[in-house]
Each structure stands twice: as C-alpha cells, then as structure tokens.
C-alpha cells in the first residue's frame, strides 16, 4: 500500500511561486509514474504534469508548459512541483497520484492512488 501526503499550498500573488511537495511512503517513488493533477470548484480533475518512472520522461498540461516542473527526489522519497508565474487560473486543490504502469496517463482514471490534496489560491 503506497500512502501519498501534499504539503506547501497556500496562497500566493499572481506572477508568485509555490512549491508543492508529495511525501511517498510504503514503497519508493520510483516504482511508479507520478503525476500532478488539480481541481478548481465547478471543474473536472485535470492533469497537470507527469513523471515517469525513471525520472527521464516528463509531460506537461500545456497551460502550465513552461511554468511548472516536475521533479523525484529519490533520497526524500518525494515528488515535487515547481510552480512559477502563477495566475488566477491555477487556482485549485492539486493532488498527487500515483500509477502503477510505465506509461504517464493524462486521465486521473487510472491512476491507483491519491493524496488528500492541498490549495492553492492565487489573488490577482
């Protein structure tokens, strides 16, 4: 069983940086692809950014391509999101999962598990 804890949101001005991290426990990071997903009120969870499991193969959402990374720190045994140029638009409850595959799938679906989530609130 993988157990997977957000920590770091809050809130932040537009053009601001946050930096979100996933505390993995029960089995190491790395035997899985990582993702970010969020959700804003009224909307469906959404895929922000992916990790494979080799920590090469990256993908983005294309409204955060150039302004959010996703990183692995193997020691830590955490995965992290950078997040700069904030906006209002990416305001939301960010949750990390974790799949059980080697393939970074963009759908929340099949992803086998999730942290409870942390917000993100950004004023314009």
């Known amino acids: 069983q993988v157990q997977l804890v957000e920590s770091g949101g809050g809130l932040v001005q537009a053009g601001g940086s946050l930096r979100l991290s996933c505390a993995v426990s029960?089995?190491?990071?790395?035997?899985?692809?990582m993702a970010w997903f969020r959700q804003a009120p009224g909307k469906e969870r959404e895929f922000v950014a992916g990790?494979?499991?080799?920590?090469?193969?990256?993908r983005y959402a294309d409204s955060v391509k150039g302004r959010f990374t996703i990183s692995r720190d193997n020691a830590k045994n955490t995965v992290d999101l950078e997040m700069n140029s904030l906006k209002p638009d990416d305001m939301a409850v960010y949750y990390c999962?974790?799949?059980?595959?080697?393939?970074?799938?963009?759908?929340?679906?099949?992803?086998?598990?999730w942290g409870q989530g942390t917000r993100v609130t950004v004023s314009s």
């Open positions: 999962a974790a799949l059980e595959s080697v393939v970074i799938a963009t759908s929340a679906l099949p992803y086998n598990y």
């Open positions: 990790l494979g499991r080799g920590s090469v193969i990256t």
């Open positions: 029960g089995r190491t990071s790395s035997n899985y692809v």
